[in-house]
């Protein structure tokens, strides 16, 4: 059934329980995706929680004769909800705002790395996801747990009069937005390095240029002076080697490599 389906039962009170379950299924992806995006303001788990609410209220106003599909009303629905909870639960700021922004993207890193690996990133890890070094790491840690960086601009304030302008939390959000896929660049990185430590030479040139540059047995074996045969020997004999090694399985699930 699709969304706008759904929401038309909904708001002709037809199994409403079941009908809003359902369409949280169908859509708990944006709202989770937004609740990250928004996860500056407030905690993650607040906010995707506050994101159910935020579907209540786009089920409840979408107009199936406007056109627009739910899933879009439904975004711009939870940014305005989920800023307003932000506003609303006192959190204030009065930081420059490339403070500001790196100090969402050391959250952002920090729920990534809870959710793929199960621990927080080193502070050599922070450095490269921030872009700064050891010592503004260090710096930025101080800053954020000393307190002082909740202080009196709300995140909500607009930058102009216009209704329409972008508040402060939308640049901070825009901003940063690419911090994702900084981690999984890091995370396919690093299981290239265990994978490096894993083979032997010869094991990890075929591997590489099969699985991270695509290159078929006949390609591989024109650049290295060896036959189809013997590249796919040494590509199975390594991989029975990975097969074994849960870390790196884990790592190429999670940075969507097959190996």
């Known amino acids: 059934m699709t969304n706008e389906e759904l929401v038309e039962k909904i708001q002709t009170g037809i199994e409403v329980t079941e009908n809003m379950y359902q369409l949280y299924e169908?859509?708990?992806?944006?709202i989770y995706k937004m609740a990250y995006r928004y996860s500056w303001g407030a905690p993650?788990?607040?906010?995707?929680?506050?994101?159910?609410?935020?579907?209540?209220?786009?089920?409840?106003?979408?107009?199936?004769?406007?056109?627009?599909?739910?899933?879009?009303?439904?975004?711009?629905?939870?940014?305005?909800?989920?800023?307003r909870y932000i506003d609303?639960?006192?959190?204030?700021?009065?930081?420059?705002?490339?403070?500001?922004?790196?100090?969402?993207?050391y959250n952002q890193a920090t729920s990534s790395y809870l959710y793929r690996y199960k621990r927080e990133p080193s502070k050599q890890e922070y450095a490269g996801l921030l872009?700064?070094?050891?010592?503004?790491?260090?710096?930025?840690?101080?800053?954020m747990f000393s307190g002082e960086a909740e202080r009196v601009t709300s995140l909500?304030?607009?930058?102009?009069n216009d209704e329409d302008a972008n508040t402060l939390q939308d640049i901070i959000a825009v901003a940063c937005?690419?911090?994702?896929?900084?981690?999984?660049?890091?995370?396919?990185?690093?299981m290239w390095q265990e994978i490096k430590c894993k083979l032997k030479p010869m094991e990890y040139d075929i591997i590489y240029?099969?699985?991270?540059?695509?290159?078929?047995?006949?390609?591989?074996?024109?650049?290295?002076?060896?036959?189809q045969w013997a590249v796919r020997n040494?590509?199975?004999r390594a991989n029975r080697k990975l097969k074994h090694i849960p870390v790196i399985k884990q790592m190429a699930a999670d940075s969507g490599q097959n190996l």
Request: include cysteine; proline fraction near 1%; glycine fraction near 6%.
């Open 156 to 160: 909500d304030k607009q930058l102009c």
């Open 234 to 236: 040494v590509e199975e």
């Open 209 to 227: 240029l099969r699985y991270r540059l695509s290159m078929n047995w006949e390609a591989i074996g024109n650049r290295l002076g060896m036959s």
């Open 88 to 105: 609303s639960s006192g959190r204030m700021i009065s930081i420059p705002l490339y403070k500001q922004q790196l100090i969402y993207k």
């Open 131 to 143: 872009g700064i070094s050891l010592k503004q790491v260090e710096d930025l840690e101080k800053f």
């Open 26 to 30: 169908q859509n708990k992806g944006i």
């Open 44 to 83: 993650l788990e607040d906010l995707a929680q506050e994101g159910y609410f935020g579907l209540h209220k786009a089920a409840m106003k979408y107009d199936k004769d406007q056109d627009i599909r739910f899933s879009a009303y439904l975004t711009t629905t939870l940014a305005r909800h989920l800023k």
């Open 177 to 190: 937005e690419d911090l994702d896929e900084i981690v999984n660049r890091l995370a396919i990185e690093q």
